[in-house]
DNA sequence: GCAATTCGTTGACCAAAGTCAATAAAGGAG
DNA sequence: CTCCTTTATTGACTTTGGTCAACGAATTGC
């Protein structure tokens, strides 16, 4: 758990209190590598703080899988949109690994929240970094090209180059995998 | 005001007392047409609530503008990401028409937040609201072609096409003039 | 109201990514 | 270890949107 409240303290301290109730609403689950923590059709009424594991978050649109995002051990996992419009997913979310996880429901947030305003702001202050994080993956789409994405990626070291088959990759930025193969041919 | 408080209620409902420390934040500007309510390299501290006319939120890229947004009477004005990592903006924000508009900056909403719960729910379920609605711009990006995209602007009978030149309407799906026009063109 | 700019359309050509197919390389299951 | 499936690469060809240029239509500024 000390990961989790890690992670919160980069937004808010949160008093022993608070931790104790936030902590008292998470519960731990397992999901097996391949395992679906999310259906499409499904309301996505958690987030889930990631121990241990990854996983991609994909839909099928016009008969294909394409992949939104990856996540891994340190992130939060959710349907984000689902969660917050209440509305079915469109996305499923797989376990790429054996995978640990912190889970905590919609109504126990809202509690939280109605019941300490720091887990308020805390709210809102992830709700203003999830903000950031897709739009700067927005600007990415509109602004670079496939291979300047690519180069991002190989730029910043990013995992999904060491951790991601090159398929699920080329998924991530838009491309089929024959393109990301050319990409990377030329050099 | 009251058109404000009227996009308020729909997130939460404001106290008297609580809506009187905001109204009290609420400076009023004017902005005449071609007029830049932020220039790139420039901070954006504030956020505003357009009472009258238009703006285009846009970008040099590449040598050339690209539209990211169009903002009109109702809605709230700010380069967003500028106003919560508090770094110099990459977008310009040019009134279209004469403008009216209600400014708040950020020392003054930080101060609401930590007086009013209820304003920092506000803050949340905005900053929520905004992740959807780029969201779901990416989405149209990832998964949609130029001309689908166009589309949805047909089907939503969107004000872009009735009050927006087209130059600007194709820079905002992303295409060029040429292709918007051939889009149009064909059937 | 007229001239000058800006905007929208169209055509010919180009570039980049997609498609389809063949094959090589890598990984997993037994 | 070997076979079988999955993944990565490469080639030939197609599709889509971009580029450049010309021209007519619509705005705007004086």
Not at 101 to 114: A, H, R, S, T, V
Not at 166 to 182: F, N
Request: include cysteine.
């Amino acid at each position: 758990m000390e990961a989790l409240r890690t992670y919160f303290n980069q937004f808010v301290q949160l008093s022993d209190a608070e931790w104790d109730d936030f902590k008292a609403c998470m519960s731990k689950e397992t999901v097996p590598k391949k395992g679906l923590l999310l259906e499409e059709g499904e309301k996505c009424n958690f987030i889930a703080f990631i121990q241990e594991g990854a996983f991609r978050f994909y839909t099928v649109k016009k008969g294909e899988e394409s992949i939104t995002a990856f996540f891994f051990a340190g992130d939060f996992v959710t349907n984000y949109r689902s969660f917050l419009t209440n509305k079915p997913s469109n996305h499923y979310i797989e376990a790429l690994q054996d995978a640990v996880i912190l889970k905590i429901n919609l109504q126990q947030l809202q509690q939280l929240y109605n019941k300490h305003k720091t887990i308020e702001r805390l709210g809102r202050l992830i709700a203003e970094n999830l903000y950031l994080v897709v739009a700067n993956r927005l600007d990415a789409f509109m602004f670079e090209t496939p291979t300047e994405r690519y180069e991002q990626l190989v730029k910043r070291g990013s995992k999904l180059l060491s951790e991601i088959p090159q398929y699920m990759v080329a998924s991530y930025l838009g491309i089929k995998p024959e393109t990301l193969s050319r990409i990377r041919a030329r050099k």
